[in-house]
Each structure stands twice: as structure tokens, then as C-alpha cells.
T-cell receptor
């Protein structure tokens, strides 16, 4: 079952614009992961957040996990065509270590 | 770092035949392996979780007799798509959780693109 909802489902932005992708769960997340992918290709690990309120940045990408550990956002500053792809959040929502689920995905297109 | 090797990367098979996909953990022991399927423009859907030495756990709606999973050793898990049909054409990817010196993480295979003709 898809227990992580992402929004928006797809996003088209002009190069240079900022954007935010959200990932929401009805349950507490035990480790929230962000990945980038192109369909039919492997996953690129971006960041992992564990603590409520945690924020991490890498180059122009910043990810945050809210205090309740039920929502995370991924923010891209000054987007570039190289940022285009599918962004996926993932988490073990049951804290059993037995299942790792992905969010519904967000398809990002950056127009030069 | 931890590596999961997945083979084949691409496979084309005839309708009605079976295809086996392998995932090997190269430098760690994978007691658990997750198997996912992805259709175009969709996210990765968890199909099943395999555990070394026990039966796999399948997600709701996934046919266990069609998607046979075997976790033969601590470094090898296989997914066999039996009697494949064109609707089974998809991208399949595996993942194994592991601990490094500090963190708990997930390592993914590079995926297998299956085309059934």
C-alpha cells in the first residue's frame, strides 16, 4: 500500500525557479529518505532525515522533517535542467524494519 | 560501502516463459531483501519482502505464485516472474537494509527492465 503521499504529482518549472515537494504520512516516520530517479534507471540517494525538526542541505537541495516526523519537504533552489527527474520519498512507516515504502512520486520537469 | 548487484539489467522474453532476476549483496549480509515494481510515470511499489531462511511476505494484490521469491543465502535473493505476460513488462528493483558503522540505510540494485513480447 502507498502510505506516503507526495505532492504535487508533477511539476513543471522554468529554469532558475525555486520549488518544493512534500511527502506526508499519517504515521510517524522512522527515517525519511529522499531519492531521485529516472524511470527505468537506478535510484540516486539524496538525503536521509531521522530527527524531528531536522534539516539537511546538499548543493541546492534542502530537505526538512517536521517535529512530528510525519511530513517532509524537499526544496530546490534555482532549479536547473539537471534537476529534472522523479523524486521519491521513502520510509519504514511501521518501524518494524520489515517494509520500506516509497511515496507516490513527483515528476519534475525544468524548462531551460 | 554496501553494494547490491542486480542482474540482468535488461531482459526481453516471450510471453509464457519465466524470467529470473538476481540480487546479490556483495560486501554485507542481506537477511532481508525488498522487491519493487515500477510502471512508467509511477512510483516504486513494494511487491514483497524476502527473508533468508523463511517464506517471503507479499503485499496485498501481488500473486505469490506468479512472482516467486527465493532468499537462498545471506547474499542472494531471486525474483522469478513465471509465465510472463506483456502486462508484467515493468522495471523491477531490489533493496537491502543494512547497518554501516553508524547508520541504518538501504542499498538498491540498479534495476531490471523486463519486456515481455
Amino acid at each position: 500500500s502507498q502510505e506516503l503521499e507526495q505532492s504535487p504529482q508533477s511539476l513543471i518549472v522554468q529554469e532558475g525557479k525555486n520549488l518544493t515537494i512534500n511527502c506526508t504520512s499519517s504515521k510517524t516516520l522512522y527515517g525519511l529518505y529522499w531519492y531521485k530517479q529516472k524511470y527505468g534507471e537506478g535510484l540516486i540517494f539524496l538525503m536521509m532525515l531521522q530527527k524531528g525538526g531536522e534539516e539537511k542541505s546538499h548543493e541546492k537541495i534542502t530537505a526538512k522533517l517536521d517535529e512530528k516526523k510525519q511530513q517532509s519537504s524537499l526544496h530546490i533552489t534555482a532549479s536547473q535542467p539537471s534537476h529534472a527527474g522523479i523524486y521519491l520519498c521513502g520510509a519504514d512507516v511501521h518501524n518494524t524494519g520489515n517494509q520500506f515504502y516509497f511515496g507516490t512520486g513527483t515528476s519534475l520537469t525544468v524548462i531551460p | 560501502g554496501a553494494v547490491v548487484s542486480q542482474h540482468p539489467s535488461r531482459v526481453i522474453c516471450k510471453s509464457g516463459t519465466s524470467v529470473k532476476i538476481e540480487c546479490r549483496s556483495l560486501d554485507f549480509q542481506a537477511t532481508t531483501m525488498f522487491w519493487y515494481r515500477q510502471f512508467p510515470k509511477q512510483s516504486l511499489m513494494l511487491m514483497a519482502t524476502s527473508n533468508e531462511g523463511s517464506k517471503a511476505t507479499y503485499e496485498q494484490g501481488v500473486e505469490k505464485d506468479k512472482f516467486l521469491i527465493n532468499h537462498a543465502s545471506l547474499t542472494l535473493s531471486t525474483l522469478t516472474v513465471t509465465s510472463a505476460h506483456p502486462e508484467d513488462s515493468s522495471f523491477y528493483i531490489c533493496s537491502a537494509p543494512h547497518w554501516d558503522s553508524i547508520n541504518y540505510g538501504y542499498t538498491f540494485g540498479s534495476g531490471t527492465r523486463l519486456t515481455v513480447v
